[in-house]
RNA sequence: GGGCGAUUAGCUCAGGUGGUAGAGCGUCUCGUUUACACCGAGAAGGUCGGCGGUUCGAAUCCGUCAUCGCCCACCA
């Protein structure tokens, strides 16, 4: 017998243990079936799990259990992130709070230190995924710093290098000045911050005391501009282009440039040029041939292109400094409130200075344009759609990828350098040093490029790195492209487009056929989740306190294409209850015998009852099964949840009991079955959102199966499986139900007390439907007590007698009428358009002037017809409102 | 400056292709009939952000305004 609460915490570990042991999860066993196939996004190891996870693996599981059970050969191919930067500044302030640092260690020692920190972490997270019931291929985990992931990020980087899609250029990047490393654009976090504009007066050379002033956000990069831009049509500076201004503070002359860039409306219509910090500018220095004068140095403090007096300074105490000295020399014009936007490092927090360094490139815009084209096919499609949008915007305007990183944890560069800085790009260190020495003609030593790739990089080739690429693997063959992605729109760029492009280029497909992109997790005030608010909610907390069920269920619910879901743990209560009233409707169920029987036939029952609740189950496992194909995780779970809660457990659990404790032996076996059978369905549509208690109650309800639930077959339910007019009596039936309980509540009549119902019905349809319930509502009598009286009604009325009182109420025809009405009522509406359409129409002396008299003639008729048509409509609405 | 999205019951949210507004939670009333009080039966509560337009009919389509949110962007 089931206990009568359900205790997820003690079934959980248990099933999943046992799944995960019995091979279920595993991919390949069904070898002859279709495949389907989802990457999991791989969670960096630093991290812990968060609700933005929870949600996104639990979408991805009620679609992997959905086609594993529809017999599809499932493969969710799970792994981790080795996530460079934020796993190399987690373990640097590991070593920082013992007092060491990575510079100490030296980079093999921190490498190692790093592995063994990753051990522990990766292991954490791998048991926080299990623990949603995630039903991934686990033997088959992969981390993207894995040896045959590695040999896939250096061929990838060898094969983009020889066809010039990889480079090594000297340009500005993203420096971060605290990590001292590059980052790409992506990376970088745009802060709106209250700022000042200074305005410089740069004296003019020739022209006593004549000057030119410019403006900037920044003066301390002054001491690095190289030119004054104005613009070539502004007036005001017509006559100084091509002079010399004479730098302040520096001393050295600077050429005043014509450039369109200069814009005449902004400040002064003059712009310092300083090339080698700011992104415009370069492009400027770049048309002019002007020089690029480098002051900072990699912490961001001024170095010794600056004068001695500004060296080693940080760069805010040297524009504090700046604007002290140019001031002091009268230099400076005013100052201004100014509202800027300020560049920061997502990982460090440190503002970013543009820095000019060698760096590695991709380039992207090469690689975009069949991404680009994939998307526009439909070759990959994104649900919801409006995310294509987003794609295309980014992707036609993308910029060269920055992808070497100067950190120590990562996928290190294939590329060495010969004595001379000449480059040697090779899988191995092997096979560069005999392309050296062909090169050279002889032996030379070289030195491998210290900086590792961008963490995007490598999980950029996760859909095909993982199946075993640049090997030609049977699963290669058989799992890519794969069918769905799911995943969160904050990584669109970051992630799913570098997948497409290099899926593309290297497999010649695109990796995946959908993209589903799911909403961010809020709290429920609609704030972003995040440890510094302390609003975070631990998934694995809810799902201790109402079971990772629950938790599912209620993610699955709120999982509504394009918004946001705030997480409110009152709604994950609420699906803990529902998880219990299941399992007390299959304790019911149990205690009345209702085991499966085989080779039960649904279709043969012949109670109405029976009858009914078989055909709303087939409507609900059709709604199910096409929302699931659809996405829709939202209404596939709210239609379970109405079914099995406001059907089965509301009506039909009910309508059984007067059917239980009767006399008739045969019902009370076709409905014990048929209670099993639909039971039954409930597991096989709840399971793939709710695995672990319908797990349990498929084992407990009948513990001989030779088969666990997570390996049942999907029912492939067609609503022809129901019957109209079992359907219809039901409906009447609750209908009639509903009107009885309002009555005692609005009477007040207890409801042990027993209510002497009595319909009177003489209406010809009333009479031959109250027959045809006669056996159903009498049973029912020992619920509702209902009682038939036997003398004639008044016509088209019922009447219900309490006690002594008689309430004339609208029951059975009157709502029959009623629906009628609304019928009537909504035809006579269409009518009533139609006719109006017409006759505008025919009373447009343009349409009457052009078209053919036959034609005109025709909507006549047509109208004609329409009118006369609505007249009996109205009539019969008349009719009715009378009766 | 571009782009996207949102505005529906006290709260959190559902509501393809226009046809009498829905759910959960909360509130109130009644109820311990042997599946379930993590329950049952009921009730109250909404001018679907404002204003226009299309239509016989608009939460739904169009325009506009307001408020909020997100993404992208080089503005000295």
Redesign the pocket.
């Known amino acids: 017998m089931l206990d009568?609460?359900?205790?997820p915490a003690e079934v959980e570990a248990r099933h999943y243990r046992l799944w995960e042991e019995s091979g279920a999860f595993a991919a390949g066993a069904r070898a002859e079936a279709r495949p389907f196939t989802i990457m999991m996004p791989p969670p960096n190891v630093t991290g812990s799990l968060h609700m933005g996870h929870a949600l996104n693996f639990t979408l991805q599981d009620i679609l992997i259990r959905f086609y594993r059970l529809r017999g599809r050969d499932a493969l969710w191919q799970p792994g981790t992130d080795h996530a460079g930067i934020a796993t190399q500044m987690v373990v640097e302030r590991q070593l920082e709070a013992m007092g060491s640092s990575r510079h100490q260690l030296g980079r093999e020692e921190f490498v190692r230190r790093v592995w063994e920190w990753k051990a522990e972490s990766g292991d954490a997270i791998a048991y926080q995924v299990r623990r949603l019931g995630a039903s991934a291929d686990w033997a088959r985990e992969r981390f993207t710093m894995d040896e045959g992931l590695s040999t896939a990020v250096r061929k990838v980087f060898v094969e983009l290098y020889r066809q010039g899609l990889v480079y090594r250029d000297k340009r500005l990047v993203n420096w971060d000045p605290k990590l001292h490393t590059a980052i790409s654009?992506?990376e970088?976090?745009?802060r709106?911050v209250s700022?000042k504009?200074w305005y410089f007066k740069y004296p003019i050379e020739g022209l006593e005391d004549q000057y030119i002033t410019?403006?900037?956000?920044?003066p301390e990069t002054m001491l690095g501009d190289t030119a004054v831009?104005v613009?070539p049509e502004d007036e005001r500076y017509r006559g100084v282009v091509g002079k010399n201004c004479v730098l302040p503070l520096v001393g050295r002359k600077i050429p005043i440039v014509a450039d369109t860039?200069?814009?005449?409306?902004?400040?002064?219509?003059?712009?310092?040029i300083t090339p080698a910090h700011?992104?415009?500018d370069f492009e400027v220095g770049r048309r002019h041939g002007l020089p690029m004068v480098n002051v900072f140095d990699e912490d961001a403090r001024l170095n010794e292109s600056a004068p001695e007096a500004y060296r080693g300074l940080d760069r805010f105490e040297a524009r504090a400094r700046v604007v002290a000295d140019m001031d002091s020399q009268g230099l400076l014009a005013k100052i201004e409130e100014?509202p800027?936007?300020v560049p920061y490092g997502d990982r460090s927090g440190a503002v970013l200075e543009p820095w000019l360094t060698d760096q590695w490139f991709v380039d992207a815009a090469t690689l975009a344009t069949p991404a680009i084209e994939a998307v526009e096919t439909g070759a990959t499609r994104f649900v919801p759609k409006?995310?294509e949008?987003?794609y295309f915007?980014?992707m036609r305007?993308i910029?060269p990828w920055c992808i070497s990183r100067q950190i120590w944890w990562g996928h290190q560069i294939p590329a060495w350098y010969g004595p001379d800085g000449h480059i040697f790009v090779e899988m191995t260190a092997e096979e560069a040093h005999l392309a050296a020495a062909k090169h050279y003609g002889t032996a030379v030593p070289l030195t491998r490029d210290e900086d590792v790739l961008d963490t995007w990089f490598s999980s950029a080739l996760w859909p095909f790195s993982t199946l075993g690429w640049p090997e030609p693997t049977p699963e290669l063959e058989r799992y890519y492209p794969t069918d769905v992605l799911v995943t969160g729109?904050?990584i669109i760029?970051f992630w799913v487009a570098r997948m497409i492009m290099m899926g593309l280029h290297f497999m010649g497909e695109v990796p995946f056929r959908t993209v589903y992109i799911h909403?961010l997790v809020?709290d429920?005030?609609?704030q972003?989740m995040a440890k510094s608010k302390g609003n975070v909610i631990d998934p694995l907390d809810l799902a201790e306190a109402y079971g990772s069920d629950a938790l599912r269920f209620t993610l699955a619910a709120?999982a509504?294409?394009?918004?946001?879901?705030?997480?409110?743990e009152?709604?994950v209560?609420?699906?803990?209850?529902?998880?219990?009233?299941l399992w007390?409707?299959?304790?019911?169920c149990q205690?009345n015998g209702c085991a499966p029987r085989a080779g039960f036939d649904p279709k043969a029952c012949e109670l109405a009852l029976n009858r009914w609740i078989v055909g709303a189950v087939a409507e609900v496992g059709a709604q199910v099964t096409a929302a699931l194909e659809a996405f829709?995780f939202?209404?596939a779970a709210?239609a379970l949840?109405?079914f099995t809660?406001?059907t089965f457990?509301?009506w039909y659990?009910?309508f059984t009991?007067p059917v239980f404790?009767g006399p008739d032996e045969s019902a009370k076996e076709e409905t014990r079955a048929a209670a099993a059978w639909v039971l039954d369905q409930i597991l096989h549509l709840l399971h793939p959102f709710m695995p672990f208690i319908t797990e349990e109650l498929w084992e407990q309800l009948a513990p001989a199966r030779e088969h666990r639930l997570i390996s049942a077959e999907w029912p492939e339910h067609v609503p022809a499986l129901g019957d109209e007019h079992a359907a219809a009596e039901m409906d009447w039936l609750v209908r009639l139900?509903?009107e009885i309980?309002?009555v005692?509540?609005?009477m007040?009549v207890?409801?042990?007390a027993k209510i002497p119902l009595v319909i009177k019905d003489a209406s010809p349809v009333t009479a031959a439907r109250a027959d045809a319930h006669r056996d159903i509502i009498e049973r029912l009598a020992r619920l509702e007590s209902v009682a038939f009286a036997d003398e004639a009604p008044p016509k088209g009325s019922v009447q219900v007698v309490l006690d002594e009182a008689t309430l004339v109420l609208p029951l059975a025809d009157v709502i029959d009428i009623?629906?009628e009405q609304?019928r009537l009522a909504?035809e006579i509406?269409?009518l009533?358009?139609?006719i109006?359409?017409l006759d505008?129409k025919l009373a447009n002396a343009d349409f009457l002037a052009k078209a053919p008299a036959e034609v005109v003639d025709e909507q006549r008729e047509r109208r004609k017809e329409f009118a006369e048509t609505k007249a009996k409509l109205d009539e019969a609405l008349g009719r009715l409102a009378t009766m």
């Not at 007390?584 to 019911?588: G, H, L, P, S």
Request: with cysteine; glycine share 8%.
């Open positions: 009568k609460t359900y205790r654009d992506l970088v976090d745009q709106e700022g504009m410019v403006g900037t956000t920044r831009a613009h860039y200069s814009d005449p409306e902004k400040g002064t219509g003059a712009v310092k700011d992104f415009n100014n800027m936007v409006h995310w949008s987003t915007e980014w305007n910029q729109f904050d760029f909403a809020r429920e005030k609609g972003k709120q509504a294409q394009g918004r946001d879901i705030k997480l409110s009152s709604r209560e609420g699906y803990r209850n529902f998880a219990t009233k007390n409707a299959a304790r019911f205690m829709k939202n209404e709210g949840y109405h809660w406001g457990c509301d659990v009910e009991k404790s139900i509903s309980r309002a005692r509540v609005e007040n207890p409801a042990a009623a629906q609304s909504r509406d269409k009533g358009s139609e109006a359409r505008k």
